[in-house]
């Protein structure tokens, strides 16, 4: 009987063609890549939308189908994952849980765990570091069975909660084939869901100063959501229509080739957990600014702002610099993430 590490997401990708959450998409492919022999169980509560078990590059797949919805059902689906976790314990020789964040997941699975004595971890991916997380009281996990992202989160859910996560576990980048003479013909670029939290009303704004002084200056901003809308009509009213381009939401592959073209990747997110797209973009050739510092020590070519003015002076000279690197540097790769979180499991092989 094969060792299985099962893991609890809140969602997972429908197919393999699907690019819902592709952090988690790389982790999880990179390790049944890394560890073939190693069964891997993914159940999706939520997401898809659609209850059905499926394989997903050669990793089993359980979806509820709880479709988000609140209170009875979203219990209803917590119990059918029970069910499942009881049957996969009997059928299985499990090695322990990993939950995606620390919410619905975790709490399923560090019950489930604690009742076997399994070894679960919840994986900090981001907001649920911040106050306020119910989960967070409801399970009261040990310092030990908390993995953060990144350093930034780990100072996150100590602030909280009090608690210092033992481990950091950044997910990582996958490598690709990338260009190292690619021409530089965009100046700025920008990549991300077009929310409240990411600002990208700064990014507008910077292009709009920046034009001051170089009225030539090309930008694309990459993404969609709730602040398309404005950002379209804070463009046009900034008369930005020949330097910013908005090409909404496209494939990941297209993100990377626009990434190759760009001399400097903005982020002006005010929480970020550990933003793969900018270690992406460094692997890609860019230097990369943003407000939020993820780990402790430096990271090479990663630039780190505290201001508007700052972020304009930083931006503008970066970008007057010809490209010294090729995509050759790989920030966390991704397997080195991923034998990391095996080792927390006692799995070696």
């Keep these: 009987m094969p060792d299985t590490l099962v893991i609890i997401s809140p969602a997972f990708p429908a197919h393999e063609g699907d690019g819902f959450i592709p952090q988690q998409q790389v982790f999880v492919r990179t390790l049944k890549q890394t560890y073939p022999e190693l069964h891997l169980i993914v159940l999706a509560l939520q997401y898809p939308a659609e209850a059905k078990s499926y394989t997903w590059h050669g990793v089993e797949i359980i979806?509820?189908?709880?479709?988000?919805?609140?209170?009875?059902h979203r219990v209803m689906t917590w119990l059918k994952a029970w069910r499942v976790l009881q049957k996969l314990y009997k059928q299985h020789q499990l090695i322990g849980i990993l939950s995606f964040w620390l919410g619905e997941a975790s709490f399923v699975g560090s019950m489930f765990a604690k009742w076997k004595g399994l070894k679960?971890?919840?994986?900090?991916?981001?907001?649920?570091?911040?106050?306020?997380?119910?989960?967070?009281?409801?399970?009261?996990?040990?310092?030990?069975?908390?993995?953060?992202?990144?350093?930034?989160?780990?100072?996150?859910?100590?602030?909280?909660?009090?608690?210092r996560p033992a481990h950091v576990i950044p997910v990582g980048v996958e490598p690709a084939a990338l260009s190292v003479d690619q021409l530089r013909d965009i100046d700025i670029l920008g990549?991300?869901?077009?929310?409240?939290?990411?600002?990208?009303?700064?990014?507008?704004?910077?292009?709009?100063?920046?034009?001051?002084?170089?009225?030539?200056?090309?930008?694309?901003?990459?993404?969609g959501g709730p602040e398309l809308k404005a950002l379209q009509e804070m463009i046009a009213n900034l008369g930005l229509e020949d330097n910013l381009t908005l090409v909404g939401e496209i494939p990941h592959?297209?993100?990377?080739?626009?990434?190759?073209?760009?001399?400097?990747?903005?982020?002006?997110?005010?929480?970020?957990?550990?933003?793969?797209?900018?270690?992406?973009?460094?692997?890609?050739?860019?230097?990369?600014?943003?407000?939020?510092?993820?780990?402790?020590?430096?990271?090479?070519?990663?630039h780190i702002i505290n201001s508007e003015v700052e972020l304009e002076r930083t931006v503008q000279g970066l970008s007057e610099q010809s490209p010294a690197q090729g995509p050759n540097m790989l920030p966390y790769p991704v397997a080195d993430n991923v034998k990391a979180m095996m080792v927390l499991f006692g799995y070696n092989e």
């Design 191 to 223: 990549a991300g869901s077009l929310i409240p939290l990411k600002r990208y009303h700064l990014f507008v704004k910077l292009i709009f100063e920046l034009t001051k002084s170089k009225p030539g200056i090309k930008a694309t901003l990459c993404g």
């Design 120 to 163: 679960h971890y919840a994986w900090l991916l981001g907001q649920d570091a911040k106050a306020g997380n119910k989960y967070a009281r409801w399970i009261k996990p040990k310092s030990d069975e908390l993995i953060a992202i990144s350093d930034f989160v780990m100072g996150r859910y100590f602030d909280n909660y009090g608690i």
């Design 253 to 302: 592959w297209q993100v990377l080739a626009l990434m190759q073209r760009t001399k400097v990747f903005v982020h002006p997110s005010e929480y970020e957990g550990f933003s793969t797209v900018c270690l992406e973009a460094i692997y890609a050739g860019c230097c990369v600014v943003s407000y939020i510092r993820p780990m402790n020590h430096d990271i090479a070519n990663w």
């Design 63 to 72: 979806a509820f189908g709880g479709k988000g919805r609140g209170r009875l």
